[in-house]
């Protein structure tokens, strides 16, 4: 078991089975941390939380408490995983019958998950996109997109900053920075110079 590296703040009562967790980060008490995972840098992995192997996070990812990550969920930078968040890696589950390879799920630099919300095995959460609290995760969630409800469907789109866009003649506008986002259906894109 490890029990000390540089740079990271361990919890006495957590176990921390990696040595790859980059500086700055916080690992909190009865947090399990698994050997063969990676956590990047400015990481925050709250209380009573398991990360298995071969997950992967990127910097400043925060887990908040009581969320189980299985082995093929990869979250890229600053990503928000709220309380009691559940992924799954396989579609078709049974006592002690396990894949060859887990389902692999993406969640994209800077998408928020909120709290007990679920996401199946497979899919993607686009960039910056927020998942709202309770929603069942059943399709890919495209960038920017603001999906809630169970199944998950698209109500609207926020801005980088998580901000709900005001939107006008297929143009959304951040009403934190300004920025601007082109809409096209289900899809958003910042627009370029803003």
Excluded at 57 to 71: F, M, N, P
């Amino acid at each position: 078991m490890m029990t000390k590296i540089d740079g990271v703040f361990i919890h006495p009562a957590a176990i921390v089975e990696t040595d790859q967790v980059g500086p700055g980060t916080r690992i909190w008490a009865f947090a399990h941390v698994t050997e063969g995972c990676q956590v990047g840098r400015d990481c925050n992995i709250c209380a009573h939380t398991f990360i298995e192997r071969g997950v992967c996070l990127g910097d400043r990812v925060t887990v908040k408490c009581g969320v189980y990550l299985w082995q093929g969920v990869t979250c890229e930078d600053d990503v928000f995983i709220g309380p009691n968040v559940s992924f799954t890696n396989d579609l078709y589950p049974r006592s002690r019958q396990y894949l060859e390879q887990p389902i692999e799920t993406l969640v994209r630099k800077g998408a928020s998950i909120g709290a007990n919300a679920t996401i199946l095995a497979g899919l993607t959460v686009g960039e910056y996109a927020m998942v709202g609290a309770g929603a069942v995760v059943s399709a890919n969630v495209p960038d920017y997109a603001l999906v809630c409800h169970s199944p998950a469907r698209v109500v609207g789109f926020v801005s980088r900053y998580g901000n709900k866009l005001a939107i006008a003649d297929g143009i959304g506008v951040c009403p934190q920075s300004g920025l601007r986002y082109r809409i096209n259906g289900e899809y958003c894109v910042p627009v370029e110079g803003t």
